[in-house]
């Protein structure tokens, strides 16, 4: 079973595939991913920092020297004399540049190393004397989300919290649907205001008219504007909330996108027959917005669960 099968288990309703085309070639499940690993062993280490260890790997030289190039933490460096393995002190770079210094009295010993970096490169000393040296770092990995769970996907990362990594990357597809949701409804709302102007070359003496764009105008704000205006001042939509990971915020704001819309279609079911295409819109909005608020109730689910892996109530 892949990572993409374990997050559609965790996704409702929703799919992958049906909900999330644009990510759905894995590439865009693939980064949630990533992220996903960076994240865990980010709260690992500030909840669970005897865990840190499972996401390491050693690398282990003859040379005193080790380019670190890439996103790597240094958790233990060691030099090996006589069979005997000695850690290494970390020091700044002042005091490893001294070191390099011969008859320095910063000059490491093989039964004393130290290392430091100098120039984006680890640097352990003593150079010679020691027979060998480990580098031990967290390296985060790459995954693949079409490919199954397993030691080498991602590496560096224990399989028993493979679960968990899926259930990270199902709240940010789950997000990735409900952005993609919040841009449907602002589309459909658009096109029934121009519907209205279609419709009433005026409205100057039709004040239902009026109140239905106000309704709209102000449901569009809601899902995907800018501002709100009016005596409330500015108003952040919930697609900036959906952006800002709050779905709290998200929920309390289309709930009150949600009453405009029903204020829009209760004044225009009591219009002309002319406005009656008007509903099949508003429709859709409904609908969008009630696919929205269960996708936040999904997430609020999975977010309670990942967190509890880490932080016990």
Request: charged share 20%; hydrophobic share 40%.
């Amino acid at each position: 079973m892949s990572y993409n099968d374990l997050i559609n288990d965790r996704l409702g309703t929703f799919t992958i595939a049906a909900d999330a085309t644009a990510i759905a070639d894995g590439d865009g499940v693939d980064g949630f991913l990533y992220d996903g690993v960076m994240d865990i062993i980010e709260n690992c280490r500030k909840y669970k920092p005897h865990l840190i260890p499972l996401f390491t790997t050693t690398t282990s030289q003859s040379g005193n020297t080790l380019a670190n190039n890439g996103n790597a933490d240094i958790i233990n460096i060691t030099a090996t004399t006589s069979t005997v393995v000695y850690p290494a002190r970390f020091v700044d770079q002042i005091e490893i540049t001294n070191a390099l210094i011969s008859g320095s009295i910063y000059e490491a010993t093989a039964s004393d190393p130290i290392w430091g970096i100098i120039d984006r490169t680890i640097t352990v000393l003593p150079s010679s004397g020691p027979s060998a040296y480990g580098f031990t770092r967290i390296v985060p990995d790459t995954v693949d989300a079409s490919s199954a769970p397993n030691a080498t996907n991602p590496s560096n990362f224990p399989v028993d919290l493979h679960s968990l990594l899926a259930t990270y990357g199902a709240i940010k597809v789950l997000g990735h649907i409900a952005a993609n949701k919040s841009h449907d409804a602002d589309a459909h709302i658009t096109t029934a205001v121009t519907k209205i102007d279609e419709l009433f070359t005026t409205t100057a003496d039709n004040p239902d008219i009026v109140d239905i764009q106000d309704a709209l105008t102000k449901a569009q704000n809601l899902i995907d504007g800018t501002t709100m205006g009016g005596d409330s001042g500015t108003a952040e939509s919930a697609q900036f909330w959906l952006l800002d990971e709050d779905p709290d915020m998200v929920s309390s704001t289309v709930s009150v996108a949600s009453q405009e819309i029903t204020r829009a279609t209760t004044i225009m079911t009591a219009l002309d027959k002319k406005t009656s295409s008007l509903t099949k819109y508003t429709d859709l909005v409904a609908i969008l917005i009630q696919d929205i608020q269960a996708i936040l109730t999904i997430q609020a689910s999975l977010r309670d669960e990942y967190r509890a892996f880490f932080v016990q109530a």
